[in-house]
């Protein structure tokens, strides 16, 4: 069997864990060989040290069955490997050619030759059907097409081992069918694809074969073809695990939360959301889908009191609080679990008690007179981190920082449950989690519908919509593209909407 | 009126370019993505080596000692900016404390040696650079009488160094990658480029170019190095700022900011001026820096990823 | 734990300084052993030069507070040079205007210099807060904005009799010093200002660390996102911690220019400003560690002179250790890179 790149034994280290724990890799020729495994189970590392971003303190690669030590991308690009990082590695302010000369420039006498560039580039955008204007500045274009420079940036240097990480993450459901087209292409032309990914229907949609690592460690490499979904998923968490979340019929009564025709303009002064309408009742979870961008954190800015918007209102509980601060919404009913929980839902450096009293330290019995009472501070957090199981070293006193990304996110589900609000809006919860606290937040976000709460979920994730939400709605470019019951439709009817294709709207 | 341009015109001109050379030396420095608060304390590097040459030079090499001076200010602010590329680019040293650390060493150490080599902590040159006309151009109506009679060769080269500075970060591959670098450290990297290399040279060439404004003041007006170059730095990094980090910016800002300076200085020579008071004058660089700031808020040209450290491996 | 390491930093930030100070003195064929015995007798040596490095240290701990303050608040305040000058200024025109009752008077100055210091920075937090100007950006410009101000206001309307560069002498009924403590000080410099330096690091202590308004400012220095999607007014919380830092650093003005000194000179910003950068650095932003940084930096300043007068070093070695301090503190990775390599190579054997 001819491989196009064998990692061998690989273990890396990072002050405190072991990401890559003798990992072994082996990429055959012309295939799409699918890299399977949860957050942080060292499939980005062990990719950046093939793309020569890490150095392995041990083990062995071949690539094209020649022993090769890769210190820097310069010898992967040699090598012909190319890399399109989950993060774009593009400059904003450049043009699609700049972007693509760099690191690789040609020059005429002392001059930055970049018309000899722009003409490579048409020519590898007709020949893989990828559309792209070379004179357009980064900043100008969308997502799917700045992934498409990604990829042009491999073809110009002639890369024939092609590394995904988690390229789907951003596209629409029609753009991944494209985007897997186009890996087909490539393969078709002899081009060898290592896919990095946690979803599973990508992989039984277009990978050979699939290695599936967990902590570090090589579970195994498996036929795709012949191996079982449910298998894939329980390799990757060691565990049996429930593909589908369990709840009971919903109870819908009086709206929470109506947002009437709300535009909100973005940072870069455009309307982001656009005439935006939308109702949430209490005892039901409002799933809200669309592709990442298309005005979700508009919305949400603008619900939170975070963003002012330009026209349009917000009702909470029948008050109008379209004028009311972020403190003064969070009195009248409404808490909020951020998507970015390092940005938006912790402060780092506060101890874990500090952080669960973020929102209330202001309050009687946690401050009086201006002057923090640190007992009923602490006792307070003693009880939610038991409700909550949020475990840490030190208790309450913990830095939030030394806390992992599920006690984190634990701990902000449980400041924000405790407030006892009328609308819960959960943006992004479970980003970065791992099955076990993904199924635990699931749990709470249900708990909280079948107590009779107003759930808001916003989500980049179709299949979490799918699992959790009563209805969905579906915005597209900043406007409503409709709402449907969650069990009336399907994922591909929902996707044709996150793309824009307009239908229902019963709701 | 044409009379007070024509006399101020060459006053503003000369304080204009140390101010423009130093604030093109920050260009390079900012577009790579470090922040050169040091310019300042660069500029004095230049100031006192620079002084230091001539007056030891200029009895054995009368005619070339000033620009043997210009030269080894140039490479003392070259190797003096080692420090503030060691603290930022290999150490993740906070940029702004650096640049002011570079700045408190360079007044207390040129100070010092001044004092170890003359004594008195002042270093005087005898002759700095003299103005001259330009041949053939100087005989042009208006423009001649202008910009080419009485002009110093410091200030061709200046321009000169302004022409090249754009060339090179427009239109040049190393220009290209140290803007990348600038704006997106990851991405330069994993095009292959070595981000620390070319920082490296930027902060270099800032200060080169600092020192060499520093030089510049010594041989045409100051005339000794006195262990001060009163806040010419920060004007210059106002002026980076003010300019919006762009070539042709800056050197719109460096004359307007010299003008300004000029007129408050010669303002109670000239009646017609005396009637504003300087503390406008002297202010209104600063003030007008905080409102091109304030204006630029929603829009700022300032490079992204200006003063985040970077650290190769890390994401 | 954390704070030993933070002590032990600025520990290895002041000892490459003294080295770097020590290297220089070598280089200029000085005897550094001499060099520094002679500097640290010059701070010590007698009750007045121990009132000398007291008065020095207490400006300092003004604007090492103020920069801490704002360091702990996430707020970079490089224009503690500017606040002193002009809190300096207010206060001097006061002092040199009115013929009060020396209580009341000096209650007054002290009153105006926090009020011109915290509007000085109230400006940048300002413009921070609502058009997100770069606060050291800002701070710079102010910085030279008040060094003009005063180089144009102090000839104009507080000149003294003879010189045109420096204001008129502040009454004894203006000054902080006190008949009482400089004669127990055997004459020396020492003035009321250490009091208020000691009350206000407390105060500030007590601020941050146990009101709901310290909660909300470290809140937002530590994340202004968490903070504001806390409902913590991240605005109201900028302005109020620059004003604040301006404030302290508008106290140092008074205490340097109506206690230290006895009237204010132009075309100098006062050095205190930037040291103040290094006395928080060391001070690892901790009031105590702050006092303790600025007596360190006022025995420096303070033996200088007694130094260059008794050996042929240059008085500047002071400024140039305390340059090198500050470089060193901002470049702390390279300390604990060596430390912890030490320990590796110690551990392998």
């Known amino acids: 069997m001819e491989y196009a790149v064998e990692m061998l034994g690989i273990r890396k280290e990072f002050p405190g864990v072991v990401a890559c724990d003798d990992l072994t890799l082996q990429l055959r020729k012309g295939e799409i060989h699918a890299l399977l495994g949860e957050n942080g189970a060292g499939k980005s590392t062990l990719m950046s040290i093939l793309f020569g971003l890490y150095q392995a303190d041990r083990g062995s690669i071949r690539v094209k069955g020649k022993e090769v030590r890769i210190s820097s991308p310069n010898i992967a690009t040699a090598l012909g490997i190319g890399m399109v990082h989950q993060h774009f590695k593009l400059v904003h302010n450049f043009t699609v050619t700049e972007n693509i000369a760099l690191g690789s420039e040609t020059t005429r006498g002392p001059v930055l030759d970049l018309h000899s560039v722009a003409a490579r580039i048409k020519e590898l955008s007709a020949q893989y059907g990828l559309n792209v204007d070379p004179e357009a500045k980064i900043s100008a274009i969308s997502v799917g097409m700045q992934q498409r420079v990604e990829i042009l940036k491999m073809l110009y240097r002639n890369a024939d081992i092609l590394i995904f990480d988690e390229p789907t993450s951003v596209l629409t459901p029609q753009e991944v069918q494209e985007l897997l087209k186009i890996m087909g292409s490539m393969t078709a032309e002899g081009k060898s694809v290592i896919l990095i990914t946690h979803k599973l229907k990508e992989i039984r949609a277009i990978a050979h074969r699939c290695t599936v690592i967990r902590r570090g460690r090589l579970i195994g490499t498996v036929d795709v073809a012949s191996t079982a979904e449910e298998t894939l998923a329980e390799m990757m968490v060691g565990r049996k695990v429930l593909l589908h979340v369990e709840k009971g019929k919903k109870q819908a009564g009086k709206t929470v939360l109506r947002v009437e025709n709300l535009s909100v303009r973005n940072n870069r002064g455009v309307l982001g959301l656009q005439n935006f309408s939308l109702e949430v009742r209490c005892g039901e979870i409002v799933g809200l889908a669309g592709v990442d961008g298309n005005g979700q954190s508009e919305l949400v800015e603008a619900v939170t009191g975070l963003r002012k918007p330009e026209g349009g209102k917000v009702w909470l509980q029948g008050k109008d609080v379209t004028a009311l601060s972020v403190r003064e919404r969070t009195t009248a009913g409404l808490a909020f679990i951020p998507d970015d929980r390092h940005k938006y839902g912790l402060v780092l450096d506060f101890s874990l008690e500090d952080n669960l009293v973020l929102k209330r330290y202001y309050r009687e019995p946690f401050s009086g007179k201006g002057l923090l009472r640190r007992e009923a501070i602490h006792n307070y957090a003693e009880k939610i981190i038991r409700l909550f199981d949020v475990r840490s070293g030190q208790g309450t006193a913990s830095p939030a920082r030394s806390l992992s990304g599920g006690n984190q996110q634990k701990a902000i589900v449980g400041r924000e449950i405790d407030l006892n609000p009328d609308l819960l809006l959960a943006v992004q919860p479970t980003r970065g989690l791992d099955v076990g606290a993904i199924e635990y937040i699931h749990r709470r976000l249900i708990e909280q519908r079948d107590a009779g709460r107003a759930v808001l979920l916003v989500s980049l994730e179709l299949s979490e919509i799918m699992a959790l939400a009563d209805r969905i709605a579906v915005v597209n470019n900043g406007e409503l593209v409709g709402v449907v019951e969650a069990e009336a439709t399907d994922e591909n009817e929902v996707g044709l909407m996150m793309a824009g294709v307009k239908r229902g709207g019963a709701a | 009126m044409w009379e007070i341009i024509y006399q101020l015109l060459p006053y503003a001109v000369a304080f204009t370019v140390p101010l423009l050379i130093t604030a093109l030396g920050g260009l390079f420095s900012e577009r790579s993505g470090v922040v050169n608060i040091a310019l300042e304390g660069l500029m004095l590097i230049g100031v006192f080596t620079g002084a230091l040459a001539v007056s030891t030079l200029e009895r054995v090499l009368p005619g070339t000692a000033v620009w043997l001076g210009l030269l080894a200010a140039a490479l003392a602010g070259a190797v003096f900016s080692l420090l503030h590329a060691f603290a930022c680019i290999n150490l993740n040293a906070n940029q702004v404390i650096s640049g002011i650390a570079i700045n408190m060493l360079a007044g207390a150490l040129t100070t010092f040696l001044a004092r ?200 | 734990m954390r704070l030993s390491k933070e002590y032990s930093l600025a520990l290895a930030a002041v000892l490459m300084g003294l080295l770097a100070g020590a290297v220089l003195m070598l280089l200029t064929g000085n005897n550094p052993v001499n060099g520094y015995i002679n500097l640290f007798r010059g701070g010590l040596m007698n009750v007045e030069r121990i009132g000398n490095t007291l008065a020095s240290a207490t400006p300092l701990v003004f604007t090492g507070l103020s920069v801490a303050f704002a360091f702990k608040t996430g707020l970079f305040n490089i224009g503690a040079a500017g606040q002193m000058l002009i809190g300096g200024l207010c206060a001097t025109a006061i002092g040199l205007t009115f013929e009060w009752p020396k209580a009341l008077l000096l209650t007054a100055m002290i009153v105006v210099s926090l009020v011109g210091g915290g509007l000085w920075a109230a400006l940048p937090g300002w413009l921070k807060a609502r058009f997100n100007v770069h606060e050291v950006v800002a701070t710079i410009m102010m910085n030279w904005i008040a060094y003009w101000t005063v180089f144009y206001v102090v000839p104009r309307y507080l000149k003294g009799p003879f010189l045109e560069t420096e204001s008129a002498r502040i009454p004894y009924g203006a000054s902080l010093r006190a008949v009482w403590l400089t004669e127990m000080f055997d004459g020396s410099y020492i003035n009321l200002g250490l009091f208020l330096a000691a009350f206000f690091a407390l105060l500030a202590a007590l601020l941050l660390d146990r009101t709901t308004l310290g909660f909300e400012l470290k809140a937002v220095g530590f994340n202004r996102h968490a903070a504001e999607a806390a409902g913590i007014n991240v605005s109201r919380s900028i302005i109020v911690s620059m004003t604040i830092a301006g404030a302290l650093a508008g106290v140092a003005g008074v205490t340097f220019y109506a206690g230290y000194a006895s009237n204010i000179q132009i075309g100098v910003l006062p050095v205190q400003g930037f040291d103040g950068i290094a006395v928080s650095l060391l001070g690892a932003n901790t009031p105590l560690g702050v006092a303790g940084a600025a007596l360190f930096f006022g025995l420096l300043h303070t033996g200088k002179g007694f130094m260059s007068a008794m050996t042929r070093i240059p008085p500047e070695i002071a400024d140039t250790i305390i340059a090198t301090v500050i470089y060193f503190a901002a470049a702390g990775v390279l300390v604990e890179r060596t430390w912890s390599k030490l320990k590796k190579y110690r551990g392998g054997r």
């Not at chain 2, 330009?134 to 410091?154: M, N």
């Not at chain 2, 427009?170 to 997106?184: D, P, S």
Request: glycine residues 12%; aromatic residues 12%.
């Open chain 2, 116 to 315: 170890d080599v003359t004594g008195s902590g002042n270093i005087q040159i005898v002759h700095g650079l003299t103005r001259q006309d330009i041949p053939v151009l100087s005989g042009l109506p208006l423009v001649g009488q202008l910009f080419f009679t009485q002009t110093y060769a410091t200030t061709w080269l200046v321009f000169v160094l302004l022409f090249v500075s754009w060339f090179v970060l427009q239109k040049t591959v190393f220009g290209l990658r140290l803007r990348a670098c600038g704006e997106h450290p990851q991405a330069a990297a994993a095009a292959g480029i070595n981000v620390y290399r070319i920082r490296y040279l930027a902060v270099m060439i800032s200060g080169m170019y600092a020192a060499l404004g520093g030089a510049i003041v010594l041989v045409t007006y100051a005339g000794e190095f006195s262990g001060t170059v009163a806040g010419l730095g920060f004007l210059s990094l106002a002026a980076l700022i003010f300019g919006q980090w762009k070539p042709l910016g800056i050197l719109g800002a460096t004359f307007f900011f010299g003008l300004a300076s000029t007129v408050a200085n010669v303002s109670q020579v000239i009646p017609a001026l005396a009637a504003i008071p300087g503390i406008y004058l002297k202010t209104f660089p600063y003030v007008l820096t905080l409102v091109a700031l304030v204006l630029s808020s929603k829009s700022s040209q300032a490079p992204r990823a200006l003063g985040e450290t970077y650290e190769q491996g890390k994401r």
